[in-house]
């Protein structure tokens, strides 16, 4: 994700709850999502897609999606990022 002065102003200092000072506008940021099982299931997961909002003031910078430390395919259409 790339910073932009809108989210700046959303996020304070730094966003999503960092307190960098100065957070300059245009840098790269880390956006993660976890998803697991619960504890208790007994059933593993087939054919999930996990979706998100990508908030205002942050750009997705394509081909950057990791899954597991890989890159991931992926769908990005008005600012809702898919993984399947």
Do not use: C, Q
């Not at 960098?20 to 007994?42: E, H, L, M, R, S």
């Not at 899954?67 to 259409?77: I, K, M, Q």
């Amino acid at each position: 994700m790339n910073l932009t002065n809108r989210a700046r102003e959303k996020f304070g200092p730094g966003p999503l709850g960092t307190f960098k000072k100065n957070w300059p506008i245009g840098d790269n940021i880390t956006y993660t999502v976890t998803a697991a099982n619960n504890i208790k299931a007994t059933v593993s997961w087939e054919n999930v897609v996990i979706a998100d909002t990508i908030p205002l003031g942050l750009n997705f910078i394509d081909g950057s999606v990791h899954v597991n430390g890989a890159l991931a395919s992926y769908t990005f259409s008005n600012r809702i990022l898919s993984i399947s």
